[in-house]
Structure formats: structure tokens, C-alpha cells
């Protein structure tokens, strides 16, 4: 039985047609991964599931009375509320039955009457069924899996990075135990334990889901069937990832086959009407012209947009590239034990460890953007460092990509910018789009092509594959490898990172907090 019907959908912005009579449905205990590019499309159809955009035409038909749960990123959280006290707000109605229930036991003690004694019973009967009272066991199951035992339960939501936020919101929302679950790109910012975790809860859940990834291994081991946005279309696989990949392949030789065979048929036909138009055989020719103005034309099968990149290399003098001596890095107290390493000229560190352990606070640190608390980091005097920092923040998120690299270049000329966003795969629509507007994939893009501006001779790449398609990844792994200078990466991708950096750091056994 179907929790979700979807049919006729039509979307589009602009002069880019997202899909076009789209349709496919969600069945009940399915869990559906949703694969795609940048920019295809996956997020926008979250959005048109849950109400908050409109489609240009179709219909989109819930179940009655299906309890959605939706990882919404940017949802409101009141200033100075706490992890836990944001965690609470997911029983909100039953802590509202209990205040009652409460309120009427203390007025029955007061007057005696018997209906309020009655009116609490009932409601004391919906607590119990709805587990109130292991409310604050399942929250700490939750925070435990999840990671937020390290961010801490009296930690102001307000004060925390993009990644720890997106944490608690999902916390929130497993809590809640709707009947469908839609996540877009839940693994971002988790580590390879807490995704054990959340493969595991999802593997148990016997609701519906809809998953947005681009970790195509966790949608392996998470998902029964697949739906791929692409080229317009959103087609539907039934099995896991990998069956849907072959069928996907399948497909496309299929289409590739009838569409060379249909050229064929179109060739013979034009040389046909050519040689005969004007002579005894005109009316055959003209025969075939209605015919072939008549013939729904195959499309080839079309390959992804595949984004390049080539990071400007600037020459540096120097063999010693980097020294960090003692350094402690934190706010207020440190978060490591004092860090020493050093790095010769070409060499390439990744550091690893749990999300919250302090790789980006040792790298602001490193970089002089935040204050150590005692040591130092000095790098080479000829040392040109570009940063790539994780948090999809802008100095003015309703300027396009052109405008905020023209800002940044006043000089370049704005075929050459285009051709730079072009190249890291963000087309032509999207470069005159406000950055708000840009998925979390096509935001990673632009600031990707930003650093391709400026020459260095010291990358600093912090988790720069979060959101990014499986084409762009490729290419930018292809690209870190061929950059002749420094590079500090920090990535909880295996298959990022795999075989071919010189160095590895294990921030986690610097900790100085106790992992749960």
C-alpha cells in the first residue's frame, strides 16, 4: 500500500526543467534512496513532498494521517536554548499531558472531585502508552548514537558549527518516530561509528523513508529501491543501489541501441527525400517527410555533467613547508593534547578522528584564525596557503556565484568566471541564481572554484566532499593529487582518501575528552 503517490510532476526554474511528468509512488516499510547530481533536482523534490515548494503541475497525495519526519537544516531554534532542552521539545505534547495531568491531581486533593480524578486517569493511560517515562533513556540512546554526548547537554544551540546542528536536528527528528522518514544527506557531518549507528536504526525502522546520499555505500546498506533525478526525468529501481546501477546501465544500452537504430531509419529516409523530391517519386518523398515529422525521436542516453579541476600552483623556495611546536589548541581549555608535526615542501597530511574532536579547531589554529592557547604553528616564509572551510557561509548569500566572484576579482572578466563555474559543473542558469537559492553540492562548487582563482602552493581542505556528487568528487580527487604543493585535508571519506596521501594524523588520539 502506498504512503505516497506522485504523479504528472512537473518542476523548473527559470530556463532549467528540473523533471517533467515525473511520477512514481512510496510504498509502506519501503526505504527509497534518491540519487542524482548537484542541482538535479533531489532537494527541490524534498521540498515539494513536504509542501514548502510548489511544483509547476502535478499531484502529490500523502496517506491520511502519515506523520512525516524531515531533516530540515534551517529550521527556527529559539536563542539560547540548550541541546537537551531542544531534544525535550520532541515530546513537547506528551510533557503538555503530563503539566495536566499533574494540574488535575493537584485540584482533585484540593476539592475531592472524583471526574478530575477520572480525566487524569485517562490521561495518565496515554503517557504510559506513549512511553513518556522512558523519554529521557530513549534521548540519551539517541545522543549517545549520534555523537552529542561530546558537544555536551547545556551547550547553546545558537553557539553551535553547521555540523553539530544538523546532528541535533536529526536527534530530534528520530526522536519523534514519524511513519516516514525523509533525509537529505544525513551522513555529512557523522562519523564512521555514529553512521553505524544510524544504518543500524534505519536497518530497524519499520516505517517508510526517502534518503538523499551521496554515500553510495550507506545507501547500499540502508535502502530496497532508488529512484535517479536526472535529465528531466526521475525513474524508479526496485532492489538495492547496486542492482539499481545495473539496471540503470541496462536502460541506457537499451536507449543507446534504438536510438543509433532510429538515426539509421532518419538517414535513410533524408537521402530518400533528397534524390527524390523533385523527381517520379515525390509523393514517396513527401510520404516520408510526414513520416519523419511525425516520429517521437530517441534521445542518446546523456552522460553526467563531469566538473574539473586544476588548483594554480605558485613555486616556493622552500624545503620546509610547515612546523607546528606544541601546539594546544581550544576555547578557553584545550580540546588536544599539545600537537607537534612538521611538513616537507610536496607533502600531503589527512587528519582524521570523530566529528567534534577538534580538526577544524587545529586547523584554524594552524591558519591564525582562531588563538592557540600556547605553542605555535609557523609556516614557510614563501608558504601562498588557500582554505577551504567546510560551513556553506557567505558575506551575502542573495548575490549569484558571478557577482560574488566579481566582488572578490573586480578584474576578471565575466566570460571568465562563467567559464570557471562551468568548468567546476555549476551551467549556465545557476550562475545568475541568488547562493541561497543553490543546493549544499552546486554552494561546495563555487567555493571550490573560488580557490581554483588563486594561486597557491598550500592547500587546507576541510571535509570539502560534503555534498558533493560522485563525478565531483572524482575529479576533485584527481585534482588534490596532481597539485604539486602542501596539502592538510580533512575527510571522513575512506573512499576519498584511500592510497594516496603521504601523511595521517589521528586527531581522536589527541583528545583530550572521553568518547562514550
Same mark, same amino acid.
Given at each position: 500500500m502506498a504512503v505516497l503517490d506522485v504523479s504528472g510532476l512537473t518542476m523548473s526554474f527559470a530556463d532549467k526543467k528540473l523533471y517533467e511528468n515525473a511520477s512514481f509512488q512510496l510504498e509502506k516499510g519501503e526505504h527509497m534512496g534518491v540519487v542524482g547530481q548537484n542541482g538535479a533536482g533531489k532537494s527541490t523534490l524534498i521540498k515539494i513532498l513536504i509542501g514548502?515548494?510548489?511544483?509547476?503541475?502535478? =499531484?502529490?497525495?500523502?496517506?491520511?494521517?502519515?506523520?512525516?519526519?524531515?531533516?530540515?537544516?534551517?529550521?527556527?531554534?529559539?536563542?539560547?536554548?540548550t541541546l537537551i532542552e531542544f531534544l525535550h521539545t520532541a515530546f513537547s505534547q506528551l510533557y503538555k499531558i503530563n503539566d495536566e495531568m499533574n494540574q488535575l491531581y493537584s485540584d482533585?486533593?484540593?476539592?475531592?472531585?472524583? =471526574?478530575?480524578?477520572?480525566?487524569?486517569?485517562?490521561? =495518565?493511560e496515554k503517557l504510559d502508552a506513549n512511553n513518556f517515562y522512558e523519554v529521557e533513556t530513549e534521548i540519551e540512546r539517541v545522543m549517545s548514537g549520534l555523537g552529542l554526548n561530546e558537544i555536551g547537554?547545556?551547550?547553546?544551540?545558537?553557539?553551535?558549527?553547521?555540523?553539530?546542528?544538523s546532528k541535533i536536528i536529526l536527534a530530534k527528528m528520530l526522536l519523534e518516530k514519524p511513519d516516514v522518514i525523509l533525509l537529505d544527506e544525513p551522513t555529512n557531518y557523522l562519523d564512521t561509528a555514529h553512521i553505524e549507528w544510524l544504518i543500524d536504526y534505519l536497518n530497524d525502522f519499520t516505517g517508510a523513508a526517502?534518503?538523499?546520499?551521496?554515500?553510495?555505500?550507506?545507501?547500499?546498506?540502508?535502502?530496497?529501491?532508488?529512484?535517479?533525478v536526472a535529465f528531466g526525468k526521475i525513474t524508479k529501481y526496485r532492489g538495492s543501489f547496486q542492482q539499481a546501477m545495473r539496471q540503470k546501465e541496462e536502460r541506457k544500452e537499451t536507449q543507446q541501441r534504438e536510438y543509433e537504430k532510429q538515426q539509421e531509419t532518419i538517414e535513410k529516409a533524408e537521402r530518400f527525400i533528397r534524390k527524390n523530391k523533385a523527381g517520379s517519386k515525390s509523393t514517396m518523398a513527401k510520404s516520408r517527410e510526414k513520416m519523419l515529422a511525425r516520429m517521437d525521436r530517441i534521445d542518446p542516453p546523456s552522460d553526467n555533467l563531469k566538473a574539473t579541476f586544476k588548483f594554480p600552483y605558485e613555486n616556493t623556495g622552500s624545503a620546509n613547508a610547515l612546523r607546528v611546536t606544541e601546539l594546544a589548541v581550544g576555547y578557553g581549555r584545550?580540546?588536544?593534547?599539545?600537537?607537534?608535526?612538521?611538513?616537507?615542501?610536496?607533502?600531503?597530511?589527512?587528519?582524521?578522528?570523530?566529528?567534534?574532536?577538534?580538526?577544524?579547531?587545529?586547523?584554524?589554529?594552524?591558519?591564525?584564525?582562531?588563538?592557540?592557547?600556547?605553542?605555535?604553528?609557523?609556516f614557510s616564509p614563501s608558504a601562498i596557503v588557500n582554505y577551504f572551510d567546510q560551513d556553506l557561509e557567505w558575506d551575502d548569500p542573495t548575490l549569484t556565484p558571478l557577482q560574488t566572484i566579481q566582488n572578490l576579482f573586480p578584474t576578471m572578466l565575466p566570460k571568465t568566471i562563467r567559464q570557471r563555474l562551468a568548468g567546476a559543473g555549476i551551467n549556465a542558469a545557476n550562475t545568475q541564481k541568488s547562493l541561497h537559492l543553490l543546493s549544499g553540492g552546486e554552494q561546495t562548487k563555487v567555493k571550490l572554484a573560488i580557490l581554483e582563482l588563486t594561486p597557491s602552493n598550500f592547500l587546507v581542505m576541510d571535509e570539502p566532499t560534503n555534498h558533493?556528487?560522485?563525478?565531483?568528487?572524482?575529479?576533485?580527487?584527481?585534482?588534490? =593529487?596532481?597539485?604539486?604543493?602542501?596539502?592538510i585535508l580533512v575527510s571522513h571519506e575512506a573512499s576519498f582518501t584511500d592510497g594516496w596521501l603521504d601523511k595521517v594524523l589521528n586527531v581522536e588520539k589527541l583528545s583530550l575528552k572521553e568518547r562514550k
Open positions: 514548502t515548494e510548489l511544483p509547476v503541475a502535478g =499531484q502529490i497525495k500523502w496517506q491520511k494521517n502519515t506523520k512525516i519526519g524531515y531533516l530540515d537544516q534551517y529550521v527556527d531554534i529559539p536563542h539560547g536554548m482533585y486533593a484540593t476539592s475531592l472531585d472524583d =471526574q478530575l480524578l477520572t480525566k487524569a486517569g485517562r490521561l =495518565q547537554k547545556d551547550h547553546v544551540v545558537s553557539e553551535m558549527s553547521g555540523g553539530q546542528r526517502m534518503i538523499i546520499s551521496h554515500d553510495y555505500d550507506f545507501l547500499e546498506r540502508v535502502t530496497n529501491s532508488i529512484v535517479d584545550p580540546l588536544l593534547k599539545p600537537v607537534t608535526f612538521s611538513m616537507t615542501m610536496g607533502e600531503k597530511l589527512l587528519l582524521t578522528g570523530f566529528n567534534g574532536v577538534g580538526k577544524s579547531t587545529l586547523i584554524k589554529s594552524i591558519l591564525g584564525k582562531i588563538p592557540s592557547l600556547a605553542g605555535k604553528a609557523t558533493l556528487d560522485d563525478e565531483t568528487k572524482e575529479g576533485l580527487k584527481r585534482a588534490l =593529487q596532481q597539485f604539486p604543493g602542501n596539502l
